[in-house]
């Protein structure tokens, strides 16, 4: 089983905040802020153990907001190079988001300059919701301004902090009737010369697309046409959900609109009774089966047939299920055949426990997604002792 992430934020985290406060200001009650926040501290979760901080540290700092958040605007380490590569390191901050997201509220103006700094240092997406929710047009003019920040991590807030389904954080419903004053920033960033940047944007319109799917198609229909590589690939990612479920219209928007003529053979399923922790090989050809070339995007769908939730038929409308845990989708590629072309497929499935997924024994479909189409793969049996042979 992975170690749980709030074993990587344990009680060096408090003491490290503490340090960072008593630099920028001698006078701070070091001792007592850390022994207020680890009290109660190992039996928490990751998140929690965050807000624990912060309220050890509203306790601690001055009661004067514009004193206490000058106090900790001076204690922030240096910012960030960017996005990627820096693990859990930027979770130190995450405290200091919640503090400005709760004892900010009432001071717009200084909590707008607090966002921006911290946002540099861990991103500000969890604390800016309540601002949005209690000011949204003043929160969109500071946004528009900051989707032209120098900062690659100030114009990443933009899209994330504004994503309707962001992981662990309330749903934003502010602008669920009418999303267009962010879809107008996201249009802003779509060419965004950083790679996260845009990858933010294509996360957020794929939680656009669980809410709206038409919208969603009819966009990035729009920002596909005579676009550049790189917007190609934000399109590819945005529409990645709909993809994954067969969705015709945004098969059609990358090109693969067409049911593809194709014919399975040669398919693999070693071991045919893998064990949980173990590794199961997928392995099939696909051979052309049309009279001109064609293009064809192939995905695998596993099917798990037995775990929790209610119980629905295997095959085109399994797809249903995905947010029941019981239905796995993964790329495999997107290629071009000629007549008579045999594309080869290899895939290897980890089965080992994670913190986000459980593996139920029991019968697993196999399905390759071609243009959006499911054809049959086969079948594995997960088991939980030792494996065994035999179909």
């Not at 209690?134 to 994330?160: C, G």
């Not at 098969?251 to 049911?259: E, M, Q």
């Amino acid at each position: 089983m992975a170690e749980p992430l709030k074993a990587q934020y344990g009680p060096e985290v408090p003491e490290r905040i503490a340090a960072m406060l008593a630099r920028a200001e001698p006078a701070f009650a070091s001792r007592a802020f850390v022994a207020s926040a680890l009290r109660g501290y190992e039996a928490l979760e990751l998140l929690p153990r965050a807000r624990h901080i912060a309220r050890a540290m509203h306790a601690h700092l001055p009661a004067d907001f514009g004193r206490a958040l000058a106090l900790v605007l001076r204690s922030l380490g240096p910012p960030a190079d960017g996005v990627t590569g820096q693990g859990m390191a930027p979770f130190v901050y995450l405290p200091h988001v919640y503090w400005v997201a709760e004892h900010g509220i009432d001071h717009f103006d200084a909590s707008v300059a607090a966002m921006h700094a911290i946002t540099q240092r861990m991103s500000f997406e969890f604390g800016i919701r309540p601002f949005l929710d209690r000011y949204p047009e003043p929160m969109l003019e500071v946004l528009r301004r900051w989707a032209e920040d120098p900062s690659p991590l100030v114009r990443r807030l933009v899209s994330e902090g504004t994503r309707p389904r962001l992981p662990w954080a309330p749903r934003l419903r502010v602008f669920g009737r009418d999303p267009r004053p962010v879809l107008a920033l996201l249009e802003r960033l779509r060419d965004d010369p950083d790679e996260s940047v845009r990858r933010s944007v294509a996360n957020h319109l794929n939680d656009l697309g669980r809410e709206d799917p038409a919208r969603l198609v009819a966009l990035c229909t729009d920002w596909a046409r005579d676009a550049p590589p790189q917007r190609l690939r934000l399109v590819r990612h945005a529409l990645r959900s709909l993809v994954k479920a067969g969705d015709p219209h945004a098969l059609t928007v990358l090109g693969y609109g067409r049911r593809a003529e194709v014919r399975l053979r040669d398919a693999r399923i070693e071991p045919a009774r893998p064990t949980v922790g173990g590794t199961v090989a997928i392995a099939f050809e696909l051979e052309s089966t049309g009279t001109r070339r064609q293009r064809v995007l192939v995905d695998l769908r596993v099917i798990d047939a037995r775990a929790p939730g209610r119980p629905r038929a295997l095959g085109a409308g399994a797809a249903e299920a995905s947010d029941e845990g019981r239905v796995r989708v993964f790329k495999l590629t997107a290629a071009t055949l000629a007549p008579g072309e045999v594309l080869t497929l290899r895939k290897r499935l980890s089965l080992r426990p994670m913190s986000t997924r459980t593996h139920h024994p029991g019968r697993h479909a196999v399905e390759a997604l071609v243009n959006g189409v499911p054809i049959p793969v086969g079948r594995f049996e997960l088991v939980a002792g030792s494996p065994q042979t035999g179909a």
